[in-house]
């Protein structure tokens, strides 16, 4: 039976669950997803959990916020007025924003809420500080091509592209 190692290319379905059961995100009733193992494209504690798993493998991991998206550092999401974005700015709920901080770097900050004249934001990801529960099914697996393990992700079809 072939095994999932490291630096090859799992097919997989996941079903992604917060604390309280409710599902997250979820790849049935839409393709599986292609990633390549151990290149940090999955959360720390999926990524380890698919090594040395079988084609055809149905599982369940259960991802703590270390190994997942981190534990939360702030205090949570802050209202700031809409203009204070540029005006054709795309802002919706759940999106990923990049500013530049006081020091002139730049962060990633998440879209919580947007709320007539005003966004609400917060510096850390939507799943940080929640325990991740993932139900996965291995569908396949093949060797990466060195291009792929060049790039740190998976090309074709099957892949996110670029
Ligand atoms: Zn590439």
Request: charged share 25%; no cysteine; aromatic share 4%.
């Amino acid at each position: 039976m072939e095994q999932v190692s490291e630096k090859q290319v799992a097919v997989m379905h996941y079903v992604l669950s917060g604390d309280d059961g409710t599902v997250i995100e979820s790849t049935r009733g839409q393709g599986p997803v292609a990633v390549l193992v151990g290149a940090g494209q999955l959360v720390p504690g999926l990524d380890r959990a698919l090594v040395g798993r079988s084609v055809g493998e149905r599982f369940e991991v259960e991802v703590p916020p270390a190994d997942g998206y981190g534990e939360r550092k702030s205090a949570g999401p802050h209202a700031v007025p809409r203009k204070e974005f540029a005006r054709d700015a795309r802002l919706s709920e759940g999106m990923p924003l990049r500013l530049r901080g006081g020091d002139g770097e730049p962060t990633i900050v998440w879209i919580t809420k947007v709320q007539g004249s005003q966004v609400w934001i917060d510096l850390d990801h939507p799943l940080a500080g929640k325990t991740l529960r993932f139900d996965v099914e291995i569908v396949s697996v093949r060797p990466a091509t060195p291009e792929e393990l060049a790039h740190g992700h998976v090309h074709g079809p099957e892949g996110h592209g670029h």
